[in-house]
């Protein structure tokens, strides 16, 4: 079976790695992680306070400083942001920290892992959520492949415990970006002690799985620790909100599926990310009132492309 088509059943192997011999190899003491983010309410899950701005620092065409782009997510209404980076961004992160606390902007996450900003975390006493990528290692089997990504991922897990955050498993492609592997190595790694790591599941790496969605989302749901939005319709891979042909059926599944954390919305473009935001706000303002069952007003007029 091919990995595009994997089927969205969930499956437990933590107790058949752990009986493989490899539970000293992932096993680890890890402190309580701080609890998720607050749960939205089903009927609030789209609303303005519980969306969170994602890949907005280095897909910004206008390259915002902190201060820029602070003010542009307090004119847009958005209070959350999960903080995407490049290297030549690192000498700003405590700056972006501060522009959004002035600003009362939550930091929800932060992209991959470095020692400057975890420090900073500690000295601002912040404990996001910290994304990476769920690996794809080699194995003969799925189960020998889940082994491989915990043994991988379990020390970064462990320091990520260790200061109190959730490590969220990002589906980036390939067999690790399957949900049915997030959810398995995911499991796996709770099992082996570390039970603050959940996933962060990406509609724009997820077109693989259009059409069985709300399985996928009902076997991640558990661990899910955001969601983040993304126009969709086969064959394109970054799309407005309001654009896709399955937009509506998406959200109608999240909203049905008692899934009651963050919702993120992209720029992931390298247009002025002010703008594609606006996009994507419209093309959900424009969604939600046929989500509610009542007839859309006109559609939106994008500005990005």
């Keep these: 079976m091919s ?52 890949c907005i620092v280095p897909f910004d065409g206008k390259e915002r400083s902190p201060a820029e782009r602070g003010a542009m997510l307090e004119e847009l209404g958005i209070t959350r942001v999960a903080y995407d980076w490049r290297p030549k961004h690192v000498p ?39 994304w990476i990528t769920a690996p794809s290692p080699e194995g003969a089997t799925d189960a020998e492949r889940v082994a491989a990504a915990v043994a991988r991922l379990a020390p970064v897990a462990t320091e990520v415990g260790t200061m109190g955050c959730r490590l969220g498993l990002y589906n980036h492609g390939g067999w690790g970006g399957e949900p049915a ?48 939005l993304n126009g969709m ?14 937009d509506l059926a998406i959200l109608r599944a999240i ?26 706000l419209d093309g959900l303002d424009w969604l939600l009132p046929q989500l509610a069952g009542r007839a859309p007003g006109p559609p939106p007029q994008y500005r990005t492309p």
Excluded at 5 to 25: H, N, Q
Excluded at 235 to 243: A, E, F, M, N, S
Aim: one cysteine or more; glycine letters at 8%.
């Design 255 to 280: 909203r049905d599926s008692g899934y009651a954390g963050p919702i993120g919305i992209i720029g992931h473009t390298n247009d002025d990310v002010e703008a594609r935001l606006r996009d994507n």
């Design 3 to 54: 990995v595009m088509s994997r089927p969205c059943r969930p499956w437990t192997v933590a107790t058949a790695i752990l009986s493989a011999g490899l539970a000293a190899a992932i096993l680890s003491g890890v402190p309580a992680a701080a609890e998720p983010a607050a749960a939205a309410p089903a009927a609030d899950i789209f609303a303005r306070k519980n969306l969170v701005a994602w």
């Design 181 to 228: 592997n997030l959810v398995a190595v995911c499991e796996a790694l709770r099992a082996a002690g570390h039970e603050h790591v959940g996933i962060v599941y990406n509609l724009h790496h997820g077109h693989g799985h259009i059409a069985d969605f709300a399985d996928c989302l009902a076997a991640m749901r558990p661990h899910l620790l955001c969601l983040n």
């Design 92 to 130: 700003e992160f405590e700056t972006e920290i501060l522009e959004y606390a002035k600003r009362g902007i939550e930091y929800v996450a932060f992209w991959s892992t470095h020692p400057e900003a975890f420090a900073l975390f500690k000295k601002h006493g912040l404990t996001p959520q910290v």
């Design 233 to 246: 319709t086969e064959g394109t891979k970054i799309l407005q909100l309001g654009r896709g042909q399955h």
